[in-house]
């Protein structure tokens, strides 16, 4: 239907499924993509900024794609990190269903793909990395940040990349403003308009 959107948690548009060609993590690969779901040509601009600007994740323990869609960052992350136990979450039943089929192509076995709430309340996160989801307006955006920003480990870090004119640098003092003193928010990066905001957890 023409009022999908790539954040509808069931799109009834018909799936009309397509390959592309991407590279991640410095490995050429043949994913799937599909109608209905954020990017179905292939890598954002906005991902491609993130993956090319941040560090490497953490070696090892808990990693996540926050909106992980059909799962270029989440497959990145892991493939970067295959010690590490990598989770992209995502309220899209259809992209949940490609990111398996497409981390299983990649071999990406270290990762699990789930929806928010299949991800045990416990568990805390060394890395995350997310191109977030502007476009489901202030307010949801903002509550999906703080269901997951504060679940950072002690010493983690989350990179986050959003397009300057969708609202970049008021999100950046909104992070800075709301987080508390436990987090350190900064730009780390600026680049084709989009900016990297970097979310450091300390003592």
């Not at 994913?31 to 292939?42: C, E, I, N, R, Y």
């Not at 192509?105 to 977030?132: H, K, Q, Y």
């Not at 509550?143 to 679940?151: C, V």
């Amino acid at each position: 239907m023409a009022n999908d959107h790539y954040f509808s948690a069931s799109p009834s548009s018909e799936i009309r499924e397509r390959q592309v060609h991407v590279t991640l993590a410095g490995r050429a690969l043949t994913l799937s993509t599909a109608a209905g779901v954020f990017s179905p040509d292939g890598v954002d601009r906005g991902t491609k900024v993130l993956l090319g600007s941040v560090p490497p994740p953490a070696a090892d323990g808990a990693l996540l794609d926050i909106g992980c869609g059909w799962g270029p960052i989440a497959i990145t992350m892991a493939l970067e990190s295959p010690d590490a136990q990598v989770w992209g979450v995502d309220v899209n039943e259809r992209v949940l269903g490609l990111a398996r089929a497409n981390a299983a192509t990649a071999g990406a076995t270290n990762v699990t793909v789930a929806l928010p709430g299949e991800v045990p309340a416990d568990l805390r996160f060394r890395t995350i990395w997310s191109n977030p989801p502007i476009r489901v307006g202030k307010d949801e955006l903002h509550d999906i940040l703080l269901t997951w920003l504060p679940r950072l480990e002690v010493g983690g870090e989350a990179w986050l990349v959003v397009s300057k004119d969708l609202g970049g640098d008021s999100l950046q003092r909104w992070l800075r403003d709301t987080l508390g003193s436990d987090f350190t928010v900064s730009r780390a990066s600026t680049d084709k308009g989009f900016r990297v905001i970097r979310v450091h957890r300390g003592a």
